[in-house]
């Protein structure tokens, strides 16, 4: 079964071509890069469930360049790394609210009888598929851990 993510893109690629979009269209082809590398390494077929993991990850490893490159002052690459994040995130899911994450967290916590920072990642390993590429785990872990001191 072909990745409804993955048809979105490319035709979002042949959109960029034709409006000559040259930032979101080289955007593009570095999501379908890592993709095809991902699927050549692990020889895979890639799902909508894989694709959101490698398009977070990227999402993550751009806020990171962002925040080294303002820290060494060079803004005119962080804001390529902003475009970039931008044109990533329009291919995820749309992100969860405050309320809904909150929620979210309430309900593992019931579900699993977690009382104690011990019992932590068992809320956590519970949420990260459902808040996949729609929420900041580092966030979510830092909520949880809140909750259950």
Do not use: C, H, W
């Amino acid at each position: 079964m072909a990745s409804e993510i993955l048809n979105n893109i490319k035709s979002a690629m042949k959109v960029a071509m034709r409006a000559k979009e040259k930032e979101r269209l080289a955007t593009i082809r570095l999501i379908q890069a890592e993709f095809k590398r991902v699927e050549v390494d692990e020889r895979i077929e890639l799902e909508d469930d894989r694709v959101i993991a490698i398009l977070d990850k990227m999402v993550k490893q751009r806020r990171d360049s962002v925040r080294q490159y303002q820290d060494a002052g060079r803004d005119e690459l962080a804001a390529i790394e902003l475009t970039e994040i931008d044109v990533i995130q329009t291919f995820l899911p749309s992100p969860l609210t405050e309320a809904e994450i909150s929620a979210m967290i309430d309900a593992a916590i019931a579900e699993t009888g977690a009382e104690t920072m011990r019992e932590m990642g068992k809320v956590v390993g519970m949420l990260k598929g459902p808040m996949l590429g729609r929420a900041d785990m580092a966030v979510v872990s830092k909520l949880v851990k809140d909750r259950l001191s």
